[in-house]
Each structure stands twice: as C-alpha cells, then as structure tokens.
C-alpha cells in the first residue's frame, strides 16, 4: 500500500497511521484513506503509513512486534509526532504500545473523538463530546497519558483539562465529571423533548436529513434556505470536510400557500462511528428517530457510496429509526452523470445537485407529497 507524501509543516503534527487488514471483507484500502481524513480533519499531517496483514489482532500488541519496531525506527528517522491506529485499542494493548512506541498515540475512535470536542459549539453538543470522550478514555488513562497532554490536542476533557502535561486527573474525578455530565444531559434531553412536544402539536411535516459525513446534507439545508427563506442568518456551516456540522439545526421551509415542512440538519455518521459517540448524542439524534420523513443524502460521486448507505442504515435501525418512511437522495450526481440531465427521479429515489440547485424544486414536490 503506498504510503502518503511527506508535507512540510511548521503548524501541524505529523502522524504515521498504522493498519491491520483482516481481509474479512471490509474494505481495507477505502478504511484507511478515510483514517487519513479523519487525521486531515483533526488539523494534523497525515506523514506516513504502515500496514500489516494479519488472520487476527495480536491482543496484546494489535499488530506483530516487528512492524511496530520498523514503525519505532519511521518515529526516529521522519520526526513524527503521533502515532494513529486504524482501529479501536483496548487498555492493554495500549499501555504495551506506549512502552514500545514511546509516543503520543491515538486510536480511530479516539481521533474521532477529537474532531468532535473540537468541532462542538453550542453547550449540548460540547456535553455530549465530553461524556463520550470520558467514558471511552476513563480505562485507557495509564496508556493515553503521553496522547492526553501532547501539545495542541483536542479541547480536551470538560473541554479544557486534557492537554494537562502532568494528567492531574484521577479516576475519582473523572467518575464525578461523568455523574455531572449526566445529571446536565439529561436536563438539556428535557429541554429538546419539551420543544419537539410543541412541534408535534402541529400537523406540519417534520423530515430530517441524514447519512454519511460530508454526502452534502448541510449544503443541501442552506440551498433550501436560499430558495425558499432567503435569509442568511438561517444558514448552517457548510464545509468540504468530514464532520463539519454536530449541532442539530431545524427550520421551517415555507415554499408556498399552505406549503411547508420542518427539516432537521442531524451529525453525521461514518464507518466505526464510536457507541459512546451515539450513545451521548442520542438527544440530538431523536431528531431522526421522531422525524416523520428521513431524506438520506448519499454522495454518488464517491465510490464507496453503497457501503456508506449501509452503514447509514444500519446506525438509524440501532437508533430505532429503520421503520420511518425515506427519500434516498443521490447528491453530488453532476460529478457523475449529464449535468444538463439532472434531476433524474425513480421513485424514492432522486439523483440531482445541491450544491448547483439542479433537483432542489423536485425534491421539494417529493417531500410534500409525504405529508
């Protein structure tokens, strides 16, 4: 597998990506190029990569003791900063990495992790990072202590005291933070089911957008919002990288006489989306699962857009979200298909753009016919 060219930079921390391909039917090469974006995502430098193919993780050390000793020596010879795996760790393996190793060392659901505390802005999505950070690193504190207090990480635990150098945390602390943090959640959970109370009370219909990270679901929010609202204040932050949006936004789309629908713009998912990640987001992901239409927006223009379907799919039925009605949209199809053909409608299924309008009128038509 080759291996990502060297980049030069005075700003970002340089990261070697390690993997372990099972060959048991998951797609290894896609898996860790989408590691790559993850570490891309984080503000860091993917520098360099190292697989191994393997029947099964070694339990103690993930992968073979000789390619994490070549992997020791790439450290030395190309100053890298941080050493990435490809997949969960446990505490052992961990603790053992560290010693080997001796670097600062993230997992792919502790890298997720990061991107979400450092993409959260409002108060609930910041709690719900917070726990899911705390209760995945609560028994890997021994092993994560030099990744913990490495120097720009993350915003941290309670959003300030992870990058601690001395990691002054004990379990004690981090068991009474945890408490807190549910007594807060569960407070912020009241709240948005006594606003989803007062929505239902209407009879308007209510649709949220989901699927994988970056299909597009918040460009395709604001094209509506152009169209339909025409006020910018309205508009939710739309960018070309995964897991830009955490905070769930609802707006009303009002396109006519008698004529609108709620639609909620929800986190989006990805391939080992960490349990805890769902488990803390599960207030703001009862959006999808109370929504009376889900309009699940997949990047055509991706290869991999059918196992991203699936995975999609797959998150919502363990939400309790698999029984409710949906539109499959095929965004991004211009990259792929006649743009001047576009949109293209099969029953619930509609192949257009957001990004240029083409099949946002139509999509609106499919969504009203729903009510």
Known sequence: MRQWEYVESDKKERALLLGVDLHDGEDFERSMEELGQLVKACGMEPAGLLTQNLSKLSQALYMGKGKLLEA??????????????????TPTQLRNLDQILDCPILDRTTLILEIFAVRAKTREAKLQVESARLQYILPRLTGMHKALSRQGGGSGLANKGAGEKKLELDRRRVEKRMSEL?????????ERKTQRKRRQGSS??????????????????????DQYTRDPSKKVLEKDMLFATLDTTVRRI???PGEEFLLSDTVGFIHQLPVGLIKAFRSTLEEAKEADLLLHVLDYSDESYKKQRQVTEETLRDLGAGDIPVLYIYNKADLRMDASRLPVIRDNRIYMSAKTGAGLPELVHMILKKR
């Open 72 to 89: 020791r020596e790439y450290l030395e010879e190309e100053e890298i900063d941080i050493v990435i795996f490809d997949r969960s760790l």
């Open 182 to 190: 549910r007594r807060e959640l569960e407070k912020v959970e009241r």
């Open 204 to 225: 308007i219909l209510r649709a949220a957008l989901v699927g994988y990270t970056n299909a597009g679901k918040s460009t395709l929010m604001n094209g509506m919002l």
């Open 254 to 256: 009002h396109t006519g």
